[in-house]
């Protein structure tokens, strides 16, 4: 799993709460991302970061901020959650060799808002 | 916007048959990707194919890529049902270090 946790692994919050998920990686590396799955949609990108403060958005990241203050962590946050984004966020690293990056994933949360 | 779209959506075979999935994609690619997902659980890296290679092994895993037709394959010979699972090609976007993942095929093997 590339050292990778995430958590909580599961919530249930209320629409319009804020909600932040953490992504922790143990080894240093330098590309992390964050995903939803969705039934009929595959895995979407909603943000990604490129180093410590440096990030950039996905195709989807609407409603969604994140945040890297230090190298291991990867934090994203729903200001207001919404019932739209009830869904599994996966977070990712890349490992990368001769300008390829190949990606690892973290283990999931399930994310419901009611 | 979805890159690579993965065919057929879902495959359901016996044990120790052959399964082959097939993937295409839109633009030129440095590589091409395959993921696994068991059920709950996040993606697992499979195998990479670079765009100068035709062909791949690993295991009872093979990839091909054709950047002609812009399709790669990914079969799985003499299959188990431990081989039950969604798989995902992907590709890059932009610059190489996002991908774009397909939305995978659900692989059922009966024993």
């Known amino acids: 799993d590339a050292g990778i946790t995430q958590s909580p692994r599961h919530k249930v919050t209320e629409t319009g709460t804020p909600v932040t998920l953490r992504c922790h990686q143990t080894?240093?590396?330098?590309?992390m991302y964050w995903y939803r799955q969705d039934p009929g949609h595959g895995l979407r990108l909603i943000h990604y970061s490129y180093g410590v403060k440096d990030t950039d958005k996905g195709e989807v990241s609407d409603g969604y901020s994140v945040s890297r203050s230090k190298t291991e962590d990867f934090l994203l946050t729903l200001e207001s959650a919404t019932s739209s984004q009830t869904s599994v966020y996966f977070c990712?690293?890349?490992?990368?060799?001769?300008?390829?990056?190949?990606?690892?994933f973290g283990p999931g949360t399930r994310l419901t808002v009611t | 916007s979805q890159q690579g779209e993965e065919d057929p959506q879902a495959l359901s075979i016996q044990e120790g048959e052959n399964a082959t999935m097939n993937c295409s994609y839109k633009?030129?690619?440095?590589?091409l990707q395959w993921y696994r997902q068991n059920s709950g659980r996040g993606l697992v890296h499979l195998i990479l194919i670079r765009s100068n290679e035709r062909e791949k092994h690993s295991g009872r895993l093979r990839v091909t890529l054709d950047t002609s037709k812009k399709s790669s394959s990914l079969l799985i010979t003499a299959s188990r049902a431990a081989d039950t699972a969604s798989y995902f090609c992907a590709t890059p976007q932009g610059g190489s270090e996002k991908l774009v993942f397909g939305k995978g095929t659900k692989l059922t093997v009966n024993p």
């Open positions: 080894e240093n590396h330098r590309y």
């Open positions: 633009t030129s690619i440095n590589n």
């Open positions: 990712a690293i890349s490992l990368t060799s001769a300008g390829i990056y190949e990606q690892y």
